[in-house]
């Protein structure tokens, strides 16, 4: 049986998982007459809900009495650590490009990792059946960017196939014949080499990625390298830089890859990716390797993060009301586990006891964190997520993360959407009309202007804009950049929201809360309509008397409030703001709950400014 092991890489939203699902379904792996899930590979809750990859995953297909190893990865830039990893793992790549938008950053980033190990990629131009589709100019397109990205003349030589993943076929034409997935695997058996490995060494496998399970304690993935392997061997830890043996262990379990599921086999062998569970203390980037093994395989350097939070224990009136993990130590442990899973991400404590740095790649990757510990019952409050900034050795000049940005607009609204971006230190490096009355501009902006921005972007462009972004890495700083243009309205005092108050204070801004919320003094109500932050009381009721008139008793209709969904939260605060999060609250609040202490602290940077 000959082995393949290939990765499905792509920008987010351009159907590596709906391509995956229909080769599991063609490849005979799926009963004809079994219900397989839409976005089967999509496991997680999560990614099921926001309909994007987060994890990278495996699975396989036999076809034509060979195996076909299949990498599932991520498409947002946020979570690129994730395709870093893994591109040792594999022995080639089928880049996929939307046939309507053509190459996007995400795209760049992720065929610049796979050039750069070597990969010579299949290009599979999918969505072919979309009306707008314009196949001739994603091509050259995508001919652009392996040049741009200095690609072999191997590299450029590059095979092409035309796909309608969500129709289920493909073809080596875009009016080829619209039959099956065919084509797509017998190109990756004749164009993706096998293993190049060692079968008769000593045992030697990079981990890739991390996972823990109920039963069977961590698990490990990743590709053999040299050697073979059985369950109940014992084997080791190296860790390439690290002196000495991580940890000794024994194959406790040794499981591969046969469609959907991870089944237990008695043997595996040079080349094949699978799973072993047996070590306690083993990570990512470590080596598991047979006893008499001295040196460690080197692992893929991964980027640096370029953004952090702060997480810190909920110290707020209504702290452990609705979780159960409330605890520093709780928080640290459960941050600790993430980090090993994670390459990505790096946890720091800090002089506080109760707060944590949480370092990633982008907001996204850190709300989606959030989200996965309020789920599991934590209670924890965090901070708006700033930028890290370097020093450049030579000159001494502070240097901070950029980004490409590249945004799909209608036309009538470039213009707001340049002005904005201007005000946020970005530059436009490119515009050009791309079709349907859409025109597309690429920008390089900061990092940190770009936090927050969003959903200014959204109502600039009545909803209808796309904005995709990936570091570009870092660059000179470019000064000061405006923050939120208006204040907030923070409550003066702790109970339950007055729906009468509300219905008063409605012509002072939006709220975020509704009649009968707890509330708690320095919490954060609402938007305020001007700049500069107003305390208001959402307590005060009707004063009622002994004496009844007619039609005194008005019937109060409130304005429904402004939907507060955790990215919105932490992009939305301020420096002096904190995000409450519960499993059944997402809340906003000042640092500083105490007036005075607000007032104080406001007079101190006042001056520091000054």
Known sequence: MSLRNIAIIAHVDH?????????????????????????????NDLERERGITILAK???????????????????????GEVERIMTMVDGVVLLVDAAEGPMPQTKFVLQKALKVGHKPIVLINKVDKPDQRVDWVLDQTFDLFAALEASDEQLDFPVMYASAKQG????EPDGPQEDMKPILDLVMNHVPAPDVDETGPFKLLATTLEADPYLGRILTGRIQSGTIKPNTTIKALRFGHEGVIENGRVTKLLSFRGLKRVPVDEAKAGDIIAIAGFQNATVADTLCGVDVDVALEAQPIDPPTISMA??????????????????????????????????????????????????????????LVEQMRREGFELSVARPRVLYKTDPETGQQLEPMEEVIVDVDEEYAGAVVEKLGERRGEMTDMRPSGGGKTRIAFQ???????????????????????????????PYKGPIPGRRVGVLVSMDTGKAVGYALWNLEDRGKFFVKSG????????????????????????????TNVRASGTDENIKLTPPLPLTLEKAIAYISDDELVEVTPSSIRLRKRALDPHERKKSLRKSSKEAA
């Not at 490849?27 to 219900?35: I, L, V």
């Not at 076929?169 to 080596?172: G, K, L, M, N, S």
Request: charged share 25%; aromatic share 6%; glycine share 12%.
């Open 58 to 80: 495996v699975t396989s297909v036999d076809w034509q009495g060979n195996r076909i190893n299949i990498v599932d990865t991520p498409g947002h830039a946020d979570f690129g």
């Open 15 to 43: 159907g590596k998982t709906t391509l995956v699902d229909c080769i599991l379904k063609q490849s005979g792996d799926d009963r004809e007459n079994a219900q397989m899930e839409e976005r089967a590979m999509d496991s």
């Open 517 to 544: 919320d707890a509330v708690y003094n320095g919490m954060v109500l609402g938007e305020g309509n001007k700049p500069g932050d107003l305390e208001v009381n959402p307590l005060k009721g009707k004063q009622l």
């Open 169 to 172: 076929w493909c073809a080596t």
């Open 311 to 368: 997480f810190a224990v909920n110290d707020s009136p209504l702290a452990g009301k609705e979780g159960t993990k409330v605890t520093s130590r709780l928080i640290y442990d459960r941050l600790m586990r993430e980090a090993e899973g994670n390459v990505a991400i790096k946890i720091k404590e800090t002089d506080n006891k109760d707060s944590f740095e949480v370092s990633g790649r982008g907001e996204l990757q850190l709300a989606v």
């Open 445 to 475: 902006a900061p990092s940190r202007s770009l936090i927050g921005y969003i959903g200014e972007f959204l109502t600039d462009t009545r909803g209808t804009g796309i904005l995709n972004r990936v570091f570009s890495g870092y660059g």
